[in-house]
């Protein structure tokens, strides 16, 4: 979906993959509480019929769609479409490009990061809560909402920096939610550190997204595959390390230096990235 909407608005990447991500955490935040409503008498049936349904209904407009309109655009495999120029000589092995080695290593973290904040701070939200306050799990909700509010407000900013500064600015605000989260010694303030935290992350999957698909031209399609296999794994290890870290310490808030770190590694990433950028550019 992230590479049709690339090619559908070529001129307007950024603000396309961001609107599509707005919706995509909208799903996030309204998701839990509509199957917690159709499931609450405990059976499962009718909110897994009702996703069955509405999964079939959006897969019968498309197809309709598809049916109606007369293609636009270009194929993304297209195998007349050209490379870009600074990919001429290196169309074969793009990975070892620079700028594809920085951006692996960044989706590498920011899945990670993204993933082990909103799957841990529930629980170190509720070892600093009282044992009868529920509030401490639904910290998780507030981390969506701030991403939520991030993807709507992006396409705006983009009109007034440039794709790869909102990535840079994003990784700063993220890492100033991360450290309110871990100087903070309540709920109140841990809340607040979840909800920046999601705010600055949200514009910097999307936009990163549509900074390489620009980059890498034709080639986008065949890369894709790589790019998501990285950030699964930055999912899939990030968080064990945080437990890892947390459960050799006694202490969860040593355990979230993890993602914290990840941020600061991410904004040297991307200063290198801007590097990069800027000598193709010149």
């Known amino acids: 979906i992230s590479l049709l909407m690339a090619e559908v608005y070529p001129n307007r990447r950024a603000v396309a993959l961001n609107v599509v991500g707005f919706a995509w ?86 899945v990670g990061t993204e993933t082990a ?8 939200a509720q070892r600093l809560s009282a044992p009868t306050n529920d509030f401490g799990t639904m910290t998780p909700s507030v981390f969506w909402l701030g991403l939520l509010i991030g993807r709507a407000v992006a396409p705006a900013v983009l009109i007034l920096v440039s794709e790869a500064a909102l990535v840079l600015i994003s990784l700063f605000i993220g890492g100033a939610g991360l450290l309110i989260i871990l100087f903070g ?15 600055g992350l ?46 050799r310490t006694g202490d969860l808030r040593l355990g979230l230096l993890v993602p914290a770190l990840g941020v600061a590694a991410m904004i040297v990433l991307q200063l290198c990235i801007l590097q990069v950028l800027g000598r193709r550019r010149s």
């Open 25 to 110: 955490a909208l799903g996030a935040v309204a998701g839990p509480p509509m199957i917690a409503l159709l499931a609450r008498d405990g059976g499962l049936i009718r909110p897994l019929g009702g996703l069955a349904m509405m999964l079939l209904g959006v897969a019968s407009l498309i197809a309709w769609r598809a049916l109606v309109d007369s293609p636009s655009g270009s194929d993304l495999r297209d195998p007349n479409r050209k490379n870009p120029a600074h990919l001429e000589g290196s169309a074969r092995r793009p990975w070892r490009s620079l700028y594809a080695l920085l951006t692996g290593a960044l989706i590498f973290l920011y």
């Open 185 to 199: 010694s309540n709920l109140v303030s841990v809340t607040l550190g979840v909800g920046v935290t999601g705010l």
């Open 117 to 124: 904040t909103s799957g841990w701070i529930a629980t170190y």
């Open 202 to 247: 949200a514009a910097i999957f999307p936009t990163t997204f549509a900074i390489f698909t620009r980059y890498f031209g034709a080639l986008s399609s065949e890369l894709t595959g790589s790019f998501s296999v990285v950030g699964g794994l930055g999912g899939a290890l990030i968080p064990l390390l945080v437990g890892f870290v947390s459960g």
